[in-house]
């Protein structure tokens, strides 16, 4: 536990000491501001069944700001390794691979929950300011978040796979941006197939992030993309372990 730890300092110094990462985290709180901005304006024109809640995450900018946050983010997190050739380094020293894998997959996600924390303040000063709610229930504003976790988490073990097949940043970036798109869009199908049956769109919902993102917003938390999520992340992480492997002894 404690070389995961240290690995995982690591990772995170990767991020914090660059200056990209501060480039992301202003542009990125930006376009969220912007995003809460806009959606209060709308609310504000007249009576509404949405909550602020719902429309801050089922809107084109939270999804314009979510995507291309992914690629960013685990770009370099095995190509940089292997184009300075400091993964020798890594590898040779008294760690598990399992426990490079994590650490990487982990700082990743750590500092994807740091750019998503001040979010957490628009809807607080929602409520200092309006006096009301900004979701439905507290399972409204929790679920959101808790899938806004798991998505991450899922789309970040796409960028790791991604990033550890190459040497390259900006191809590592490319093939993360497809994966994500590619699995984004999939969840699509079913409103752009107007003809598809019942069966098809109900089975094309369950990898929909759309359709599971409304429904957690509304308070309504399925277990079913809880465990589609987690089960997608193992196997990506695990496939990530095995080219790591590859890759660490081929060199």
């Known amino acids: 536990?404690?070389?995961?730890?240290?690995?995982?300092?690591?990772?995170?110094?990767?991020?914090?000491?660059?200056?990209?990462?501060?480039?992301?985290?202003?542009?990125?709180?930006?376009?969220?501001?912007?995003?809460?901005?806009?959606?209060?304006?709308?609310?504000?024109?007249?009576?509404?069944?949405?909550?602020?809640?719902?429309?801050?995450?089922?809107?084109?900018?939270?999804?314009?700001?979510?995507?291309?946050?992914?690629?960013?983010?685990t770009m370099r997190l095995y190509s940089e390794e292997f184009k300075l050739g400091t993964i020798e380094t890594l590898t040779t020293a008294p760690v598990n691979d399992w426990q490079v894998v994590a650490s990487k997959f982990a700082g990743a996600l750590l500092f994807y929950v740091v750019l998503w924390t001040p979010t957490v303040l628009y809807f607080v000063i929602f409520k200092y300011v309006t006096k009301e709610h900004a979701?439905?229930?507290?399972?409204?504003?929790?679920?959101?978040?808790?899938?806004?976790?798991?998505?991450?988490?899922?789309?970040?073990?796409?960028?790791?796979?991604?990033?550890?097949?190459?040497?390259?940043?900006?191809?590592a970036a490319i093939i993360a941006l497809v994966l994500v798109v590619v699995f984004f869009f999939t969840g699509l199908l079913g409103y752009i197939l107007g003809t598809a049956s019942q069966g098809f769109?109900?089975?094309?919902?369950?990898?929909?992030?759309?359709?599971?993102?409304?429904?957690?917003?509304?308070?309504?938390i399925d277990t079913r993309p809880i465990v589609f999520y987690l089960t997608m992340i193992g196997f990506f992480q695990v496939l990530t372990f095995q080219i790591f492997q590859f890759r660490k002894w081929k060199s």
């Open 1 to 73: 536990m404690r070389k995961f730890l240290i690995l995982l300092e690591r990772e995170m110094k990767s991020y914090f000491y660059s200056p990209i990462a501060y480039v992301v985290l202003c542009f990125f709180l930006v376009l969220t501001g912007f995003n809460a901005y806009t959606m209060i304006s709308a609310l504000n024109r007249g009576p509404t069944d949405i909550t602020l809640v719902e429309a801050f995450f089922n809107n084109a900018i939270f999804w314009f700001a979510f995507i291309p946050l992914i690629p960013l983010l």
């Open 201 to 220: 769109r109900d089975f094309i919902s369950y990898f929909s992030t759309i359709d599971h993102m409304r429904s957690f917003t509304r308070g309504l």
């Open 135 to 171: 979701g439905q229930a507290l399972g409204a504003f929790g679920g959101s978040y808790l899938l806004l976790l798991l998505m991450g988490a899922f789309y970040l073990s796409l960028g790791c796979l991604a990033s550890v097949v190459t040497s390259n940043q900006i191809i």
